[in-house]
């Protein structure tokens, strides 16, 4: 128990094969924080900011910041990340939750893609940023519900590069939910993106706004609910 949690990745000046990450991971964790759990990635390499559970985990927190890093790197996510086994659940009792992907300049052909996209010799090809905001899950149920009324949810995902997209996404058969009537705004980055349609019809390295959930259960109880694909080719869609 705390009164506010705050973790920074490292600064520029690191080497290069370091991590400028911010994170809190847990497999049987409960946090709970009276105020502000904020997460801010440096300027490093991969200076990505999140939250992942790889079993059960509970946090109790008054709001949530998540923010990706900037700097010649890429995979400046933010992200909110289940998977493992277990459950995951995040209430919120202040009233916002904002994730903000980072504006690296660097990009990979490595990895950062979908196995689909790996396998396509023209998808994997591609120079990918990686700068995306969202949240996941695999596994089980997960669910971010906002305890006060007048919620807020933003997620926006980096500007410049591909994949930099804002998403809320269920990949499991579990299901996935958001509750206490928050507004929603999810934007994808606001320049670049390639809108190449891989061999399983999809565009992966959009900068996209989407909400997917193709297995399992997916409930979203909002105040409203906004999204924007920004870049050229790019869709807002559920």
């Not at 910041?65 to 995040?90: P, R, V, W």
């Not at 940023?129 to 906002?146: C, E, K, P, R």
């Not at 939910?177 to 061999?199: D, R, V």
Request: proline content about 3%; glycine content about 16%; aromatic content about 6%.
């Amino acid at each position: 128990q705390a009164n506010s949690l705050t973790l920074n990745g490292m600064s520029a000046g690191a080497a290069a094969e370091t991590r400028a990450a911010a994170a809190v991971v847990g497999n049987g964790q409960n946090i709970s924080v009276t105020n502000a759990i904020a997460l801010n990635s440096g300027t490093s390499a991969a200076a990505y900011s999140g939250i992942w559970s790889l079993g059960d985990q509970k946090i109790n927190a008054g709001t949530l910041t998540i923010q990706g890093g900037a700097g010649a790197s890429y995979g400046n996510f933010a992200e909110i990340s289940h998977s493992g086994s277990g459950n995951q659940a995040i209430n919120i009792y202040g009233g916002s939750v904002t994730l903000v992907a980072g504006t690296g300049t660097g990009t990979t052909t490595n990895n950062l893609v979908p196995p689909v996209c790996v396998s396509d010799p023209i998808c994997s090809a591609q120079p990918v940023t990686g700068d995306w905001a969202g949240i996941y899950s695999a596994v089980g149920n997960q669910s971010l519900t906002f305890q006060t009324a007048g919620g807020e949810l933003s997620i926006t995902g980096g500007s410049g590069g591909n994949a930099n997209k804002a998403y809320i996404s269920n990949g499991g058969t579990g299901t996935q939910t958001i509750a206490g009537l928050p507004s929603i705004t999810l934007t994808g980055g606001a320049s670049g993106g390639n809108n190449y349609q891989s061999t399983d019809t999809f565009q992966h390295l959009l900068n996209n706004a989407s909400i997917f959930s193709p297995l399992g259960a997916q409930t979203i109880q909002a105040n409203s609910l906004t999204l924007n694909g920004m870049s050229a080719g790019a869709a807002a869609e559920t």
